[in-house]
């Protein structure tokens, strides 16, 4: 047995520098569980490295040590343990890594129930629902809801995220957050700190109290100044219970007992500009402690925000233009667009629509650089903030970064915001943000400056385990030269991120037509303005509920991926895999 | 003057400029025909405006220095309209998912981009009573503005001072809502009474066991409050007085019933809306002090308001009840001088009569009549100034200033006046499907599907 285990764990030391597969944790299955088998080593070396040890703080030619996922040392002159996996850094960029100050990455949306419409349907006076249904289950705890194998989490930390403020799914009070390391097997091995936040947002119930934003603030304050009461009553009766009723328990009053101690703050996700506002006149009302996170529009408010004085969490996401916009302008920049905006515009007839599009496409431009301004102007009015991945597509969050800095961010300014200011904000900034010895082994190593477009992130350290980042496979060229044109034609199952869970839609396309059938309609539905240009697959439907609803899809192979416009509930995602056809 | 011109430079440049709450200007608007609604017709008068305020009326005042001058020669100027029933510049109109949600307001959900707040004032209307929806008995709290557009801070929009206000709503809406919808109470008339009394009973106990509270807690420091309940307490508010009602009626009989409810529970100032059958009682509403906001010929939507008639304003004013015209619409609201000069066509009332259903009336029924509603020194600078006399169907609105501060002008008024844009969504979409449909209207919120499946008739206010 023995033996046994010093040849595995050999042959596990030997393969080690050439097969990075070999030293993540291995699949089931294909090759044997090595779970009982000890690690080869948890000390690594970077070498002669670039080192970024917090924003402004540089060691242009050092050594890292990593020891039991612990930054053990670092320094222009630190030796090499004996026992350590040596990475040569000669031409790499050692940062700390990435802290995303809220998302739901772990905790996957839940899959949509057939059943769930009429159930909601059934609620016998919708003006008291049972609290799960109002969107109240603020005694949730994320760590139940956390899942190892969620995709979100590998690809966070592709772009160099290693840790995350992560709260669970749902609508106005959904539950307490978590700090979490973007890595483990389990959920429990993903834990680094757990009842961190109370998370909140303005998102009213379905056809029950509370329906409307305004429900949502008012039932906040009464939920907040009852649990007040409620507090009060059980201080008293543990002081001394003689004479006194005992306090009633309720787990949604409860949840807010740590709030009102201070030991617990409440974060907010605001959407827009107009949920700050919201939300920080509900913060001066009651008084809790309060952190921001999602602030897209945020540059209309920031006189407000910086009066408040609270940590801030800036969405990575960024709005893009709209297609026809692009397609329109030749991909012409938002900031040409935008000089072409004419204020005083006044058409002399209604007739003269073009002349007003392409005004209002400029116009268009122009607010979307306010966005891209944001980050900067944040910065400039002396906000500390840091930055939260909810609603960004991982795959853009780096260009976003770029564009933020193009617009005005110091590059400082955002890897603080990434790193060392998030961990303030957070509260972890003695385990977590820089590359100082004593802290977290979280580390992102870099071909090149981290903001630079051509650098590529090499690896990713989280908490001491080693990630190797490899390029994303290019789609592969075929033989024959020209690509194959897209086909349109067979069975798609799809499926639409919605904010109520998945939805399971199925589309069947022949020819020129086709249908979509979905668990959120109660009927088959016929494809209106199918089309497919290249790879663009575009068409409409006509629903009940939501009017016209338009559908563009990007075509590979046998999946594709796209939006749908919901008008009313939103832009959501969609994702299909073809499950038959096209004949070939 | 020169904050005044940097603001019209910001509208005009489609700007989000963050300006504060309570921007006032300084104007002087020279010889125009001045209606004050109050005090007659003054010819050729001047008004000077010092920070926001009305500081002189009168004939060749003296221009102060560096004041940017309005010339109104051959204009008229009148008091900045008020619209005494609006759903613009918020969110959320109902919560129609209980009878009672005196809890909510709308007031914290205002919304200062919303364009149809630069609508209104091309209609000369300065102040909007913002109102919860009529789908439940007892709605929430409404919000008195003023349209200070540009501003992009919704408390900016807000009428510092002005009383509180709720919602009631009576008649068909609610019971469609609650009890066809829901199988909820109630589910007629005499159930909407009871949702009445019932909360106001729950109220006087809340508020009794509050006292009681309050008595024990000087002898006994260890004394437990009671419950505490946010829609009790706005309620008891209003048995306290402290909340106006505004309440949505249509029928005679209901109008009645609801004036003996508040004798009963000692409350003494209410305002009903609508309220198209309310000229088969005005001596019961001038006798209890009651107050009337109406269209001006708005009726058959619905089969609570077939029997209407457009002397109705003009018979309440005559019997001595302070009655206003609204609009209850984004669109409406753009020509409420329209609907005002119909009360001199049916019923005869005087000029100053006519303008006072649209001015001075609204301000008393919203309790801000010290501040607004006519042109007199002391007032707030709310002015709407016309191309002819505002009852005169040529009439153009071209310039409205709310505190002293030009907030609409015909001369400069480019086609995107929108504070902001979505940054996403292709431009040709902009009007979209539904966008238009029972939008910011009594009902909106209700949900519309099943409701309409359920009466086949369409619903207005």
């Known amino acids: ?532 240009e290249a790879d663009q697959l575009s068409f409409s439907v006509t629903t009940d509920t939501y009017g016209r609803v338009d559908a563009r899809l990007t075509l590979r192979g046998d999946t594709a991926e796209g939006t749908i416009d919901v008008p009313g509930v939103g832009v959501l995602p969609i994702h299909c895999t073809r499950t038959s056809g096209p004949e070939r | 003057m020169l904050r005044a011109n940097l603001l019209a430079c910001c509208l005009l440049l489609g700007l989000t400029c963050t300006v504060y709450a309570q921007q006032k200007g300084d104007l002087f608007i020279r010889n125009g025909t001045v209606l004050t609604v109050t005090n007659g017709t003054l010819p050729n008068t001047d008004i000077l405006i010092r920070n926001g305020k009305i500081a002189a009326i009168g004939q060749h005042l003296e221009v102060p220095d560096g004041i940017e001058v309005i010339d109104a020669t051959g204009l008229y100027v009148m008091p900045g309209i008020i619209d005494a029933h609006s759903h613009i510049a918020i969110s959320n109109v109902n919560e129609a998912t209980n009878p009672v949600t005196a809890e909510v307001s709308v007031g914290d959900v205002l919304n200062p981009y919303d364009i149809r707040i630069y609508r209104a004032l091309a209609g000369g209307v300065t102040v909007s009573h913002v109102m919860h929806g009529s789908a439940n008995v007892i709605g929430g709290q409404n919000e008195t503005i003023k349209h200070r557009y540009g501003e992009t801070d919704p408390d900016a929009l807000r009428m510092e001072g002005a009383p509180r206000t709720i919602k009631f709503a009576l008649g068909e809406n609610p019971i469609r809502v609650h009890g066809r919808g829901h199988n909820v109470t109630p589910l007629s008339r005499m159930g909407v009474e009871f949702i009445i009394r019932d909360a106001f009973q729950k109220a006087q106990r809340y508020m009794e066991a509050w006292e009681r509270y309050e008595q024990e807690r000087k002898r006994n420091p260890r004394a437990v409050p009671p419950p505490y309940n946010e829609r009790l307490e706005v309620l008891a508010d209003i048995l306290r007085g402290n909340i106006l009602i505004h309440c949505h009626s249509y029928r005679a009989d209901e109008i009645l019933m609801l004036l003996r409810v508040l004798k009963d529970f000692g409350i003494r100032r209410v305002v009903f809306q609508h309220a198209n059958e309310a000229f088969k009682v005005a001596p019961e509403l001038a006798a209890f002090g009651a107050m009337v906001s109406v269209f001006a010929d708005w009726w058959a939507y619905k089969f609570e308001v077939y029997y209407s008639t457009a002397y109705n304003a003009a018979i309440l004013t005559r019997n001595g009840v302070i009655t206003s015209i609204n609009s209850d619409s984004p669109e409406l609201n753009r020509h409420l001088y329209h609907e005002a000069a119909k009360a001199i066509k049916y019923g005869g009332l005087t000029e100053d009569e006519a303008l006072a259903l649209i001015t001075i009336n609204p301000a008393r029924q919203l309790g801000i009549e010290d501040r607004v509603g006519s042109i007199e020194v002391g007032k707030d600078a709310d002015l709407a100034i016309f191309s002819a006399h505002p009852l005169s169907i040529y009439a153009v609105c071209k310039k409205t200033i709310v505190d002293g501060i030009v907030r609409f002008d015909a001369d400069r008024d480019p086609d995107d006046m929108r504070l902001r844009v979505d940054p996403e969504r292709p431009v040709e979409l902009a009007i979209r499907w539904g966008d238009h449909q029972h939008h910011q209207r009594c009902l909106e919120g209700v949900d519309l599907i099943a409701f309409l499946t359920q009466t086949l008739q369409s619903v207005q206010p």
């Open chain 1, 1 to 532: 047995m023995q033996l046994r285990r010093f040849f595995w764990t050999g042959l596990f030391l030997v393969a080690l520098p050439y097969n990075v597969e070999a030293q993540q944790r291995p699949q089931q299955g294909a090759t044997p569980d090595l779970r009982d088998v000890p690690v080869a080593t948890r000390t690594y070396a970077i070498t002669n490295a670039r080192i970024v040890v917090a924003p402004g703080q540089e060691i242009p030619r050092g050594t890292v040590v990593l020891r039991n996922g612990l930054i053990e040392a670092v320094g222009p002159d630190v030796s090499v343990p004996t026992d350590a996996w040596v990475l040569e850094g000669d031409s790499l960029v050692v940062y700390a890594g990435f802290i995303d100050g809220l998302s739901h990455v772990g905790v996957p949306a839940p899959r949509r129930k057939e059943n769930q419409e009429p159930a909601r349907r059934r609620v016998e006076n919708p003006g008291s629902p049972p609290p799960e249904l109002a969107g109240l289950t603020p005694d949730r705890d994320v760590r139940t809801l956390l899942k190892a194998d969620d995709p979100a989490i590998a690809k966070l930390r592709r772009i160099g995220f290693t840790m995350a403020h992560v709260v669970p799914r749902g609508r106005m009070l959904p539950g307490q957050g978590a700090l979490i390391f973007l890595r483990g097997q389990t959920p429990e091995e993903m834990v680094y700190q757990g009842q961190v936040s109370l998370f909140a947002q303005l998102e009213p119930a379905q056809g029950v109290y509370p329906a409307t934003d305004m429900a949502v603030l008012a039932r906040f304050r009464q939920l907040y100044r009852e649990a007040t009461r409620r507090h009060q009553h059980a201080t008293l009766y543990a002081a001394n219970p003689q004479g006194l009723q005992p306090p009633a328990y309720d787990p949604v009053h409860a949840a807010f007992f740590p709030v009102l101690e201070g030991r617990l703050p409440v974060f907010f996700y605001v959407e827009e500009v107009l949920d700050i506002h919201r939300v920080l006149a509900l913060h001066r009302q009651l008084n809790f402690p309060l952190r921001l996170a999602g602030l897209s529009g945020s540059f209309d408010a920031l006189e407000q925000l910086k009066a408040s004085n609270i940590p801030l969490f800036l969405t990575l996401d960024l709005p893009e233009a709209p297609r026809d916009t692009i397609r329109a302008t030749q991909k012409l920049s938002d900031d040409s667009l935008a000089a072409r905006h004419n204020t005083y515009l006044h058409v002399s007839s209604y007739q003269d629509v073009s002349a007003e599009i392409e005004n209002l496409k400029a116009r268009q431009a122009k607010e979307r650089i306010k966005y891209y301004e944001t980050a900067a102007r944040m910065h400039a009015a002396g906000l500390r903030f840091g930055f939260s991945t909810r609603d960004a597509d991982p795959d853009k969050i780096l260009n976003n970064l770029r564009t933020m800095i193009k617009y005005g961010l110091p590059q400082e300014a955002a890897l603080a915001a990434l790193t060392i200011d998030a961990a303030r904000l957070l509260g972890i900034d003695k385990a977590a943000g820089t590359i100082e010895a004593g802290k977290l082994a979280n580390l992102v190593v870099t071909t090149g400056p981290l903001f630079e477009e051509k650098t590529r992130i090499r690896y990713v350290f989280v908490a001491g385990e080693r990630f190797e980042i490899k390029e994303p496979a290019r789609p592969s060229r075929r033989d024959e030269g020209e690509p194959m044109p897209a086909r349109a034609e067979g069975t798609w199952s799809c499926t639409v991120d919605s904010p109520e869970g998945s939805i399971d839609t199925t589309l069947r396309i022949t020819g020129q037509s086709g249908t979509l059938s979905s668990s959120a309609i109660p009927r088959e539905l016929f494809l209106e303005n199918l089309r497919l």
